[in-house]
């Protein structure tokens, strides 16, 4: 029987190895981790309750905290002793502690559990580690191949799932303007290195086509696309005919279908962001793409509700709102030339902009692209509102000639929207305002500059070109 000073002593040792990676190759220290990890003494806990959804271990007060994974073993007649199985047993997480033991959520259902059986912690399942080795792979929430190709390569050195953002001022500013192969976002929302955008729509409204199109079109040098919670039929279709065989090799998708118990939507959240850091600490222009944060918030509500906190703002309980900054802030500039451009989609219940989760995410990211039912009715697609939409870093991306376009669009727009109902009832005369009547003039050809077809060859550069010609300078005014 091993006491909690042999605990202490492989925490030891295993501290003690990091401490020695500056002098040994990352190689050796890997191996001499898992040789301390190996030697050190399993220590565990026993099931004692099951409340809906989520186990009560006790045992383990003081050897895991909250976010650590353990295995718990379910093979039926396992729990009166021999030897314990790791392969024949379930993932936990754990959520919470109190005086009657942890409590824990499983990552799948939890069949064949049953009273006093044994659970034990896994650090292990805490990280990653992720390569360059991983472009053009299709991953599980584990981590796992889901394209039999093989195994994946190992990288030298472990990120942990649910790690910390960069502290703020040791990031970089932002960078130079991201072409995003999108027109209206290109010259209304622009994009830059570093930016993290949301793109906001109710359900049928075209986000996700949206995100298959700046996948294909984009020019960063990587993508990690983490699909939560998005329907198994759509995996497939989104690998096959948007990526492509250029997109998908230099690209890393992490995919949850809707089916996947919550557990598993919210730790592919996280290992999308974990990759995507992998990638920007080796130097690389990453753009992750995340659909849906809406899915990611409603995983967490499921957990904590199962974890027994309280609903709050319609129904989410407040460690929703606390959990959702510390995925999205890992998106952004690094400390060295690597940078993460994070593009979130979040699912507009009901139509309603004001809803927890959208108001929420707004007010964390560097800028919103509004799709509208309406423009969608309409037919036109991509459905962008852009007198709703802004990006926070425009007023950096624009040249002077820039600005000015964007700044003449945006006010006939908006003058067309205001006189919009007089102008269809035919009640507006024309030359009673000259910026009305250059609007209804320039409408058509703005209208046909915002629509963009999802397999429309993308032609890079001229978006600003495209738009002087829409609002066709040097064209004689409307007369009255």
């Not at 190895?17 to 040789?35: T, Y």
């Not at 729990?79 to 005086?99: Q, W």
């Amino acid at each position: 029987m091993h006491g909690p000073e042999d605990y202490i002593l492989g925490e030891q040792v295993t501290r003690n190895i990091h401490q020695d990676v500056g002098c040994e190759g990352a190689a050796v220290a890997r191996f001499r981790q898992a040789m301390a990890v190996a030697a050190a003494p399993l220590q565990g806990g026993r099931v004692r309750r099951c409340l809906a959804g989520s186990l009560v271990a006790e045992g383990l007060n003081d050897r895991v905290g909250i976010g650590e994974v353990c295995r718990i073993e379910r093979r039926p007649g396992s729990a009166g002793g021999g030897l314990f199985d790791p392969d024949d047993a379930i993932l936990a997480e754990v959520v919470g502690f109190g005086a009657d033991g942890v409590r824990l959520v499983a990552f799948e259902e939890l069949g064949g559990i049953r009273f006093g059986a044994r659970v034990r912690p896994d650090p292990a399942l805490g990280e990653v580690r992720p390569s360059a080795g991983w472009l053009g792979r299709v991953v599980d929430p584990m981590g796992h191949p889901l394209d039999g190709q093989g195994p994946l390569p190992e990288g030298d050195w472990p990120y942990p799932l649910q790690a910390r953002a960069l502290a703020a001022f040791g990031r970089r500013p932002l960078g130079p303007r991201l072409d995003l192969g999108v027109r209206a976002i290109n010259l209304f929302t622009p994009c830059c290195q570093g930016q993290r955008l949301g793109i906001f729509a109710g359900s049928g409204v075209g986000k996700s086509t949206l995100l298959s199109m700046i996948a294909r079109h984009s020019n960063a040098d990587a993508l990690v696309i983490g699909l939560i919670g998005e329907r198994g039929r759509e995996v497939g279709e989104f690998l096959e005919r948007t990526l492509g065989e250029d997109g998908r090799r230099k690209s890393v998708v992490v995919a949850a279908t809707s089916d996947l118990p919550a557990m598993l939507r919210r730790r592919a959240a996280y290992l999308t962001m974990a990759v995507a850091e992998a990638l920007r600490d080796q130097g690389l222009q990453v753009l992750c793409l995340v659909d849906s944060v809406t899915r990611f918030a409603m995983a967490l509500r499921e957990i904590y509700l199962a974890a027994g906190e309280a609903p709050a703002t319609r129904g989410y309980p407040a460690s929703v709102f606390a959990e959702l900054p510390r995925l999205l802030e890992r998106a952004g500039p690094g400390s060295g030339q690597g940078t993460i451009t994070g593009l979130f989609s979040v699912l507009v219940e009901g139509d309603d902009d004001d809803e927890p989760v959208s108001d929420a995410v707004r007010g964390i990211l560097d800028g919103h692209v509004m799709l509208s039912r309406r423009i969608a009715e309409a037919g036109r697609f991509p459905a962008i509102d852009v007198l709703r939409s802004v990006s926070r870093a425009a007023p950096g991306c624009y040249a002077p000639h820039e600005r000015e376009l964007v700044a003449q669009a945006r006010g006939l727009m908006r003058a067309h929207a205001d006189m919009a109902e007089l102008i269809q009832l035919g009640a507006y005369r024309g030359g009673t305002d000259p910026q009305i009547d250059e609007a209804i003039l320039r409408r058509p050809a703005l209208e046909a500059l915002l629509r963009q077809e999802a397999d429309e060859p993308w032609r890079p550069g001229r978006a600003f070109e495209e738009l002087a010609e829409a609002l066709g300078c040097g064209l004689p005014a409307v007369q009255a």
